[in-house]
């Protein structure tokens, strides 16, 4: 099974539109996350939701989680050119939860392009 | 801001040859990562270090890879013989402490297996 499937896997919008990414997960977690990741960069950490969190803002970032569901969700407001990059949910389970070693569990992530 | 730092940005081998990643954590960080990337794929997880031991690795982490903290700075990959199918992007990653979810990344390796 696929943990943290993100959709959709490209998105195209104007500047200044709002962009939303979901993300869907199968297994319980702990916590989930955001990244972005630049073409050829490293990954940068945006948000992170708790799973006992139902919504979390972060200046221009809005996220949402629905445990119910195993689904969650980034919303961009007000998006600029800067914003274009793949963004990716990772979780992290509480199988693991604990130790402190947990590794995340990605998914493909959603390319998102910012027409200017 | 500290960051963690790997090198080469750009690694070009050999089939069966043997390769090593290097990552420089950020200083006061305990926990450690590798991820790696195959072009137009999900990041997957490696493998996690803490206290000198390996405490978490995923069914890629195979024996051809290792890991190693030579000293108080470098966290290492190491691939014995490496395949083609190991081409891919290698990101270093690292955490303060077993509360703090936020993983921190480096830039990555892009590894060509040729």
């Known amino acids: 099974s696929q943990q943290g499937e993100e959709d959709p896997q490209a998105l195209s919008i104007q500047e200044g539109e709002n962009a939303t990414m979901n993300c869907s997960y199968k297994t319980s977690i702990n916590n989930l996350q955001w990244y972005r990741q630049n073409s050829g960069r490293g990954l940068v950490h945006l948000i992170l939701i708790r799973s006992n969190e139902r919504e979390k803002h972060s200046g221009r970032l809005r996220v949402t989680l629905d445990t119910s569901k195993k689904s969650s969700s980034l919303l961009i407001t007000a998006s600029r050119a800067a914003d274009t990059a793949s963004y990716f949910c990772?979780?992290?389970?509480?199988?693991?939860?604990?130790?402190?070693?947990?590794?995340?569990?990605f998914g493909k992530g959603t390319h998102l392009i910012i027409q200017p | 801001e500290p960051e963690v730092t790997q090198t080469p940005s750009h690694q070009v081998t050999q089939m069966g040859q043997e390769v090593i990643l290097r990552c420089v954590p950020i200083?006061?960080?305990?926990?450690f990562y590798w991820y790696r990337q195959i072009l137009g794929q999900k990041v997957e997880f490696l493998v996690s270090f803490y206290n000198n031991e390996i405490s978490e690795k995923s069914e890629i982490f195979d024996d051809q890879f290792s890991v190693e903290r030579p000293d108080g700075s470098n966290f290492t990959l190491k691939i014995r013989s490496t395949k083609l199918e190991d081409s891919a992007m290698y990101f270093c990653a690292s955490i303060l402490g077993p509360l703090q979810n936020i993983q921190y990344f480096g830039a990555g390796t892009r590894l060509s297996v040729l």
């Open positions: 990772a979780t992290v389970s509480p199988a693991y939860s604990g130790g402190g070693a947990d590794g995340l569990t």
């Open positions: 200083s006061n960080h305990l926990y």
